[in-house]
């Protein structure tokens, strides 16, 4: 973790606690992959929202501090301010993608990760790569100390050589103690200074080159 003083500039509230934002963390991985576990071919995304809802609310979800979105198919190339295709149902061979944003004991998880039902080759290798791509930018925010903003200058010259494309309208973002926003809201892929442990989520997104598909990965940036 950075010093308590970084911790200061980046601004969070009094009752912050590092424990438990990497808590809430750790139980909003977990409630992904239980989200993942409810969806079935043919489905929609409004299908799954229903369930999705209710089961956070089971896990102990305090409230949303933002939508849980999935995205079948197609919508997977949807960035998370835009609307889905309605009525767009999962095939037996096919992508998705969750984005949950619950808050557990007053702090913010965020989580999203890319799922494959079936067996095509494309799909199950966009969604490794995802992953990939985060790994490495992550790997370059330890190592080389640089801006948010040269972070993802990074990550779309990696996914390029990988052979996918980043998708830039998904910048990652802060996070905290519900609400972070009234300390600060910036966006990770503008920010001219390096961005602190533990509050801040890279967010990776890609597509396939020729398909209409892609994957969605994030996650803390955590020094330890």
């Not at 799922?115 to 790994?135: N, S, T, Y």
């Not at 930018?137 to 330890?142: A, E």
């Not at 200058?153 to 390029?160: D, I, S």
Request: net charge negative; hydrophobic share 40%.
């Amino acid at each position: 973790m950075e010093t308590s003083e970084k911790i200061t500039f980046e601004q969070v509230g009094a009752d912050f606690s590092l424990d438990k934002l990497l808590a809430a963390r750790v139980r909003s991985q977990a409630a992904v992959e239980i989200l993942s576990s409810l969806v079935k071919p043919g489905m929609t995304e409004e299908d799954a929202n229903v369930l999705a809802k209710q089961a956070l609310f089971d896990l102990g979800m305090e409230r949303e501090w933002h939508p849980t979105r999935y995205r079948f198919g197609e919508n997977t190339l949807k960035t998370f301010k835009e609307s889905s295709t309605a009525n767009t149902v999962l095939k037996e061979n096919d992508i998705y993608f969750i984005d949950i944003g619950p808050v557990f004991d007053g702090h913010e998880g965020d989580s999203g990760n890319t799922f494959v039902i079936g067996d095509d080759p494309d799909m199950r290798a966009c969604a490794k790569a995802v992953k990939e791509v985060f790994e490495k930018v992550k790997q370059c925010w330890l190592t080389e100390n640089i801006s948010g903003k040269a972070l993802y200058e990074y990550a779309e010259h990696t996914a390029q050589a990988m052979g996918w494309q980043l998708n830039l309208g998904t910048p990652g973002h802060r996070i905290g103690d519900f609400p972070h926003s009234i300390y600060k809201a910036n966006r990770l892929a503008t920010l001219d200074f390096i961005p602190c442990s533990a509050l801040w989520v890279l967010e990776i997104q890609i597509r396939h080159p020729t398909k209409n598909f892609g994957a969605f990965y994030e996650d803390l940036l955590l020094s330890n």
